[in-house]
């Protein structure tokens, strides 16, 4: 079955330090994205890709990094410089084929602080 | 100033009711709109993409869009415990990268 799949479900980070998401996706999409989601708020936009080796910057990439070698994936990584990283993080992706197509979602990693 | 507005809920209803869902957005100008439902420690799943004013109907769910009162609506006919979730209320805005995104309505169906 295709879909896009998000790794670990829970993640712990220590203080100082950097830990990475990773999202990976078989629907050939070529677009992908990061979102925070925290309670009370809607989804925040965190980096977008919309070809491999290209990204761009959302509303709150401070503290954030991503990459984008294969189309597949699209890793997360979550730095030291993020003082409010505890959020639940969602990875989602959609065709780019010029038309409007929504955007679909992998089931998330919530990230806690030790 | 980009906003999209829910009630948070929870919204708790008996099973068999309509539910009706809502949202007010703020921007005129975009006039794309989805809802999405989002169980409990899983992704959203998109149910309804709707463009303007006017009804979509797909099964036990409808979508409305007023553009008059910046108002959007999802009803659920039939209501089932299953649709127990938190519904996102989302308006695209100038291209797929922009979604104004509502901080969603928890809704409980009690059998």
């Known amino acids: 079955d295709g879909g896009i799949t998000q790794s670990p479900k829970y993640l712990f980070r220590k203080e100082g330090q950097n830990v990475t998401l990773s999202c990976e996706q078989n629907?050939?999409?070529?677009?992908m994205y990061w979102y925070r989601q925290d309670p009370g708020q809607g989804l925040r936009l965190i980096y977008y890709s919309q070809i491999v080796n290209d990204f761009q910057k959302g509303d709150i990439a401070e503290g954030y990094s991503v990459s984008r070698e294969k189309k597949e994936s699209f890793p997360l990584t979550v730095t030291s410089a993020q003082k409010n990283p505890t959020a639940f993080y969602l990875c989602?992706?959609?065709?780019?084929?010029?038309?409007?197509?929504?955007?679909?979602f992998g089931d998330g990693t919530r990230l806690s602080i030790l | 100033q980009k906003e999209v507005e829910q009630d948070p809920g929870p919204l708790s209803v008996p099973e068999g009711a309509i539910v009706s869902l809502n949202c007010t957005y703020s921007?005129?100008?975009?006039?794309?709109f989805m809802w999405y439902r989002q169980y409990s420690r899983k992704g959203p799943e998109l149910l309804m993409y709707?463009?303007s004013s006017g009804n979509k109907e797909d099964g036990r769910f409808t979508a409305q869009v007023d553009k008059s009162s910046k108002y959007i609506s999802l009803f659920i006919r039939d209501s089932q415990p299953s649709d127990s979730a938190t519904y996102l209320c989302?308006?695209?805005?100038?291209?797929?990268?922009?979604?104004?995104w509502g901080a969603g309505t928890k809704l409980i169906i009690k059998p």
């Open positions: 709707t463009y």
């Open positions: 989302v308006q695209e805005g100038d291209s797929n990268y922009q979604l104004i």
């Open positions: 629907l050939n999409h070529d677009a």
């Open positions: 989602a992706s959609r065709p780019d084929d010029g038309g409007r197509q929504p955007q679909h």
């Open positions: 921007n005129s100008a975009f006039q794309y």
